[in-house]
């Protein structure tokens, strides 16, 4: 049983010595200002989320130390990240990424309110985040709502109604849809709409994709996999 405690021990310590430090105190560097790009937001965020798939997270950028910076300096974030307001989909954790390192715009359904709209112009504009990313997720139980045209009241009634769009687009599309199928696809098809409504009633956000000073992204986050799918610019 010694032995068997000695060789257990001496594996545990040669498995934490091959992880980063930040797996150790929660700190990770975030990107460099001037080093902030699309290209470099888009590749953190993919690792982020390969951590995250196979539970490895290392949860950077969470410390005491990090909130002071944060207090002082202000915030710099490196991604601008639009999602529904879904309790299973949490861009920080998904991404494994820390305090600072994202702006989230969230909101039930993932549509493109006036609301959206502002807090993305604010993102990229103020705040010049490089990168923006569109992501819807499976099993959506708001569209499914939308599609099955559940009777609801008060301010849902308008939210459905934004939805609307990407269902009926997604019935011509593809007919044959039907169940978790046709909701998965309808949320794909949102989140293109929602990156065209940005486009086309944002123009300085526009204007900075033209120029090549950001990007644009569209994702769907799978609830089954935890793994983030990108659909491109």
């Not at 080093?35 to 982020?48: P, Q, R, T, Y």
């Not at 569209?143 to 009926?168: F, M, N, S, T, Y």
């Not at 293109?192 to 569209?218: F, H």
């Not at 769907?220 to 610019?233: E, F, M, R």
């Amino acid at each position: 049983m010694k032995n068997l405690t000695i060789s257990l021990s001496i594996a545990f310590l040669l498995t934490m010595a091959a992880l980063p430090c930040a797996a150790f105190n929660g700190t990770s560097t975030s990107p460099d200002p001037a080093e902030k790009g699309a290209d470099n937001s888009l590749v953190l965020l993919m690792e982020g989320n390969l951590r995250f798939v196979k539970g490895s997270s290392v949860y950077p950028n969470q410390t005491s130390h990090q909130r002071k910076v944060l207090a002082l300096q202000g915030q710099n974030p490196f991604a601008t990240v639009i999602t529904a307001s879904d309790s299973r989909v949490d861009p920080v954790l998904i991404f494994d990424r820390g305090l600072g390192d994202l702006f989230t715009v969230r909101m039930a359904g993932n549509v493109a309110g006036s609301d959206t709209l502002a807090s993305v112009e604010y993102s990229m504009l103020a705040l010049e985040t490089p990168l923006l990313v569109v992501m819807g997720h499976t099993r959506s139980t708001l569209i499914h709502a939308a599609i099955d045209k559940v009777e609801l009241k008060g301010h849902l009634v308008q939210l459905l109604g934004k939805l609307e769009p990407a269902i009926k687009m997604t019935r011509v599309l593809y007919p044959s849809l039907k169940g978790r199928q046709l909701v998965d696809k309808v949320a794909e098809t949102n989140v293109r709409q929602v990156m065209r409504d940005i486009l086309s009633q944002c123009p300085a956000v526009l204007e900075k994709v033209r120029s090549g000073k950001a990007r644009i992204m569209g994702a769907i986050y799978d609830t089954d996999s935890g793994a983030v799918h990108w659909l491109g610019p």
